[in-house]
């Protein structure tokens, strides 16, 4: 048997309290995609970052092509061989390709030789690798796709063997992230090593060799992708056994809640994000919009939420809504029946600085049953509500007292769907509703959805993850580019179909 | 208004831009590099203090200046302790730096001098001296071009002719060698500049290093060149101009230039027409005039002439994400 | 999990912090040939040795409260204000306009009116910069620092051009009518048969100081409007989500901001001068920076923070009289303790931090051997 390309031994690391590696050990064999594979924070990217030197592990050694390696730095993992791609690109916007690829690389102190080197070295990359780009855009010019063979291209100019891909596919619609696997696939023909970290089944299955599975900072087990099966995958993820489909009943639509006509979003720097879209969501049914992230979903949540303008018509029950002035935010939305459970909630939904009590009021702390008198807010209500919304919610620790930024992901998700569920809305504005939450938290919420579409609300459901839409939705609608690419039933459409539909090609049913 | 008049405000125009451009220079380097610096005007105060004390002391300018430096440089030190180690507050740091300058300069030049927190005149070798530039004798003579170079190009001191030189070194060292391809990197999301193998807090102490040395060489021209000796809060809020200057400049070093002879000349124009009737507008108020930089900042940053975008990690100190 | 127990974050911090600045104030002291053990015990007697002291400490105090709270009120909203000296100097106009031109007939009316007077022009020269901040973000600490000095230049006019009286020599308006001068502390405890120094200037603006704290803390931590400035002082994002006008709390939370600073000239204009000079201020705008920083931002905070730097002032000031320390040795302290309990916060906290985490991790491994 040859020596691994990468070897850990006994990797620990804690983040103050939090202990999110223990004791990992793991071999990659050179040539070879390794895939790793686990919930949210179970310690994937962390362990990765450490092999990259981007955080120093408090313990254990790294050994790379049967070499013990001391990687205190990212220059040092460089040095190594190691390239990595983080699930958040660390480009600097503002400059172009080139500078991009050739930062921390120069080949001397004046720019001028190791740009000029640079921009062949890229050419022949591309020729090789199907990696085109044009080496003279600005990065806040070119699409995330791109960005992503940027990074690429980066680890492969500084001569990457070994190559970390965090999360790649988040970003990518599915003929992108097909894109990417034959880029990969390549580099692995070249001899080179990678690894994949995802929290996705299906791509594990689709292209490594070997995996390893994570969870709560424990390396649970390495298996050979053939000799193993996605439910098996699962219930090492978790623990448990683990459903992997929402049971529901079919839906039944009434009244229309809400309908959108002809609805535009122009953005700060005057560009268009919603393109003239028209839609509606009725009485009882989920409405789920599928995109890859970026493609206007997030303007339209916040349209309807009222904190981004937008010109055109929105009904809620027949009666119009205002888009401008005043009149047009949170406050009023929440007034007429909506609520927002929104896509990011450590920026949006929950104020992190805040103790639980005062979150759960976060966006109906005006309402009269929070009110001492007209002067002073009411605290010992809020809290009295803070703890029946807890329990009812199942949320731990059930202390309102804690501040949010202490709480679990799914546990802060649970905090700000029980606030928003609880008020007991006409229509239910829902934006990834799983980011970033453990599978108990996702069954959970998930069931907390299917449950208030059965009592004849309106849901709209946002969601990149493709898995998410199918399994909840009763109707979807597909955005690409600020437009409503065309809308589905569940049942008669396929993953491949909207995909195509995702990427903004029509095919047979335009 | 005839020639020599403005020729004469041509001058001083040049003579009061100096310490506004340097410091403006100094400013850009640390904020390109992300580090917000609202302490120029305390490390200006502090090498004025230290320059002209030493220079008093040893005779020498030159050891004047380079006490000047170091004194910034000190400040600067402090600034990225706070700012770079430990995550500060820039701005909060940046205050205390001007406070601590303010309290500093005046409790030492009492204890040394006793003379009310001033340092003596100094005079001779202990100033930098006005430089007649060659062929001045040639040239003269001929009409116009004559009397602009010697009045207005030849005669200022050695750092007025640093500072305007700096203006293309700065250029050229941002936008065309290594270390500002990094440099800028780093003000603009340093998580690129640290996963590409470079180490932050080195680049943003030398951003802060170059600019407590630039910062220093502005503060001993005004006690050394620009007057005789250090007075207390001599500085009178040029830090800030520079600043604004700055901001106006977008971070640029040539517009920067441009902007610092802007407000050089408000204030060599409020200095030539005190208490008479300006040319075509009448009697202005003393007041307004020392006013208008102030004002005319406002009004820039109001974004009615543009909007600047600062560096996109300006301000946040830098930490490696969870 | 909270990384250390809230009393360490409340006390310990700051308590720390402040020794810091005190000991290296202790080292400038000693560089400049003087012996800082006789300087603070000179400062200490200097500053609450006597009633006459006390009355000194008390009436800088009450200037510091004002503006300590209207940093502080700014810091909640994310708003850093550096523009308390220019908000206060307007505050001081705006008393000496209401001193001057209104004929009142009683004290306590006159400071209802002065009070109401130097908070509205105290809040208008905080309203440009918050507008410009909200509106076209344009950075409040430049545009409040340029405030300052606009300020300054704006009333050395009027003061020097308008509102010198005819023939007088130093730029100062008249002396306010008697019926403005406000009761000194010397009256108010006499009143209840307590002795108090005649000559010291604190007087009744320390109760609306006292009654500004309890003011500033139900507004923060008891109404809508404090949880809205809270919330857009954390989450500037989540505000909006939540329906919450950023241009509407910077507006408010900067007004209310100017209008603490203004008002401290109820105590400096009218209680102590008893008419506008130039320069009234001294310094005391920014004084609220350190006072809000080491108090917080909580008025208890505050209300100490601002006791203690009342106690450096005056004791700096006796320090200046009797030995070779000149004032500017506050400055100075002033300086380190924001650096300290500002800037250099995380020196201090993250040994502190990892300290406790030790001190549990200690204790759970005692648990679990158990």
Known sequence: MSTPAIELKGISKAFGPVQANKDISIRVMPGTIHGIIGENGAGKSTLMSILYGFYKADAGEIWINGKKTEIPDSQHAIRAGIGMVFQHFKLVENFTVLENVVLGAEDGALLRPTLARARAQLKKLAEEYELNVDPDALIEDIGVGMQQRVEILKSLYRQADILILDEPTGVLTPAEADHLFRILESLKREGKTIILITHKLREIMEITDTVSVMRRGEMTATVRTADTSPPELAELMVGRKVLLRVEKAPARPGDKVLEVRNLSVTDDKGVKRIKDISFEVRAGEILGIAGVAGNGQSELLEALGGYQSATGTILVNGQPIDLTGSKSDGRTRRDRGIAHVPEDRQREGLIMDFQAWENVAFGYHHRPEYQKNRFLMDHAAMKADCERKMERFDV???????????????????????????????LLLVGQPTRGVDIGAIEFIHQQLVALRDQGKAILLVSVELDEILSLSDRIAVMFDGQIMGERMPAETTAKELGLLMAGIRGEAA | ????????????????????????????????????????????????????????????????LLAGIGASLALSLVHGLASITFRGNQLISGVAINFLAAGLTVVVAQDWFGQGGRTPQLAGAARFQNITLPFTE?????????????????????????????VPAAWWLLFRTRFGLRLRAVGENPAAVDTAGISVVRLRFVAVGICGVLCGIAGAYLATALQAGFIKDMTAGRGFIALAALIFAKWKPVPAMLACLLFGFLEAASIRFQGQPWPGIGRVPVQFMQALPYVLTVILLAGFIGRAVAPKASGLPYTKER | MQKMPAWADVVLIPLISLLLAAILSGLVILAIGENPWEALKLMISGSVGSSYA?????????????????????FHSRMFNIGGEGQAMLGGLGVAYVCLFIPWPHWSLALIGATAASALFGAAWAALPAYLQARRGSHIVITTIMFNFIAAAFLNYLLVNVLKPMGAMDPATAKFPAPTHLPSLHDILGAFGIPFSKAAPANVAL??????????????????????????????SAAKYAGISPTRIIMLSMLIS????????????MGEAERLVLNSTEGAGFIGIAVALMGRSHPLGVFLAAILFGILYQGGAELALWTNIPREMIVVIQALVILFTGALDNMVRMPLEKLFLAIRRGQSATTAGE
């Open chain 3, 207 to 236: 109760l609306v100081a006292i009654l500004a704290c309890v003011g500033v803390w139900l507004l923060v931590w008891r109404t809508r409007l404090g949880y809205e400035i809270r919330a857009f002082g954390h989450s500037e």
């Open chain 2, 138 to 166: 040639q040239i003269g003579h001929v009409p116009f071009l004559g009397p602009v170079y010697v009045e207005l190009i030849s005669g200022h001191t050695f750092i007025v002719y640093l500072a305007a030189l700096c």
């Open chain 3, 258 to 269: 100017g209008g603490l600073a203004g008002m401290m000239a109820i105590n400096n204009v």
């Open chain 1, 396 to 426: 731990r620790p059930p202390n309102p007292m804690l501040l949010a930024k202490s709480f679990s992901g799914g546990n802060q998700q649970k905090l700000v769907v029980a606030r928003e569920i609880e008020r007991n809305p006409d």
């Open chain 3, 54 to 74: 006390w009355g000194y400490t008390l009436y800088y105090a009450t200037n510091f409260i004002f503006t300590g709270l209207a940093v502080a009120i700014a």
């Open chain 2, 1 to 64: 208004m005839d020639l020599m008049t403005f020729l004469q405000l041509g001058d001083s125009t040049f003579r009061l831009s100096t310490p506004l451009l340097l410091a403006c220079l100094a400013g850009l380097f640390s904020e390109r590099a992300g580090i917000f610096d609202i302490g120029l005007e305390g490390k200006m105060l502090a090498a004025a203090f230290f320059s002209g004390a030493i220079a008093f002391v040893s005779g020498s300018v030159w050891l004047g």
